[in-house]
């Protein structure tokens, strides 16, 4: 399930922004050029997996420029929800780096108030445009949950 979280369109805004930051202006900082809207951040996801199906990772935003970046403040374009399975962490599958996602990780992507709360997070403080919750084949949460509700007389 994917979920925008804004109806903003990318006008270069984000650049903008990113620039006006003054601070920094390393390469790795005009890398950090948010996507502003729920397409331009699932199309920045789309991206860092067709990388990671390809073998081709960048690794991006994980230098010390980057983390000088964000020390200050963070504003992931993404909030993703997915399972615990150890075999598909979202920052490798997007090829991601700091400051580019709020993830939470539960078993079979699970949805409580708690969590909740969590996923809120970065749409409320940050501005994240966009949340994605992440399935994955043979989910042994799914399975086992499956499984509990054929046993249940
Ligand atoms: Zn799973």
């Excluded at 996507?35 to 390809?54: C, H, I, Q, T, Y």
């Excluded at 963070?74 to 909030?79: A, D, E, I, S």
């Excluded at 991601?96 to 970065?122: C, H, K, N, W």
Aim: proline fraction near 8%; aromatic fraction near 6%.
């Amino acid at each position: 399930m994917i979920t925008g979280c804004s109806s903003k369109t990318d006008s270069g805004s984000a650049e903008q922004k990113t620039t006006s930051v003054g601070a920094v202006s390393s390469p790795s900082a005009a890398a950090a050029a948010r996507p502003d809207s729920p397409w331009s951040a699932f199309a920045r996801l789309m991206e860092g997996n067709k990388r990671w199906v390809d073998g081709s990772l960048q690794h991006p935003h994980r230098d010390p420029g980057r983390r000088q970046f964000v020390a200050e403040e963070q504003k992931p374009y993404g909030v993703i929800l997915s399972c615990i399975d150890s075999r598909v962490p979202p920052e490798l599958l997007f090829d991601t780096g700091i400051g580019d996602l709020f993830v939470m990780r539960t078993g079979g992507q699970v949805v409580a108030p708690i969590v909740t709360g969590s996923v809120e997070y970065g749409p409320m403080t940050s501005g994240t445009p966009l949340i994605v919750v992440l399935g994955h084949t043979r989910c042994g949460a799914v399975k086992a949950a499956y499984k509990a509700t054929r046993s249940t007389p």
